[in-house]
């Protein structure tokens, strides 16, 4: 496939190229270097791949790279089927994303400190849970069962079994 066009990403723009495309009906395939490629057919963008993803969210994900190079090549094999989108919607979508990640990238990130939690769930949570044969679960929080009215299933209480409750024992 001839070569288009080509430069920099820092001169010029994702959004720019895709107008570009679209003003002049262009068809091929705009690698960003690096980072992904979007496939035009008279204009309009048919596909994309960026970093796993495809069509519509691949483009999307390809305003938030940081490509240095592009290039686009002339028409060569392209995906069949509609656009991904009218250029423009395309382009101010984009722009909103990358201005949205932009400003949540200069946001520090820390984890809020958290006061203790007493018992067995704060030992869970601190990681350091006893783990007796019984799926961690220990047996001294345990509600107390004198009388033995409670079934234990699998070390859960389900209540009282009914034959014990009525005094009488039925075989199970």
């Known amino acids: 496939m001839p070569e288009l066009l080509a430069g920099s990403l820092k001169a010029v723009g994702l959004p ?12 091929g395939r705009l690698t960003l270097h690096g980072a992904g490629e979007v496939d035009l057919r008279e204009g309009q963008p048919v596909g994309a791949r960026c970093e796993g993803l495809w069509a519509r969210a691949a483009l999307m994900e390809l305003f938030l ?12 094999s392209l995906p069949a089927g509609p ?42 949570l601190a ?21 033995g009215s409670r079934e234990h299933v699998d070390g859960d209480e389900r209540g ?8 009488t024992s039925r075989s199970r």
């Open 16 to 27: 720019s190229l895709l107008q570009l495309a679209e003003s002049e009906g262009l068809s």
């Open 65 to 76: 790279v940081d490509a240095d190079r592009f290039s686009l090549d002339g028409a060569g």
């Open 83 to 124: 656009p991904l989108g009218e250029v423009i919607e395309l382009v101010m979508e984009g722009c909103r994303l990358a201005d949205e990640w932009s400003r949540l990238a200069a946001c520090p990130v820390a984890r809020a400190p958290q006061a203790p939690v007493p018992g067995p769930v704060g030992a869970l």
């Open 127 to 147: 990681g350091e849970a006893a783990q007796d044969g019984d799926g961690g679960r220990d047996e001294r929080h345990r509600p107390a069962d004198p009388d």
């Open 160 to 167: 009282v079994h009914p034959a014990r409750a009525s005094g």
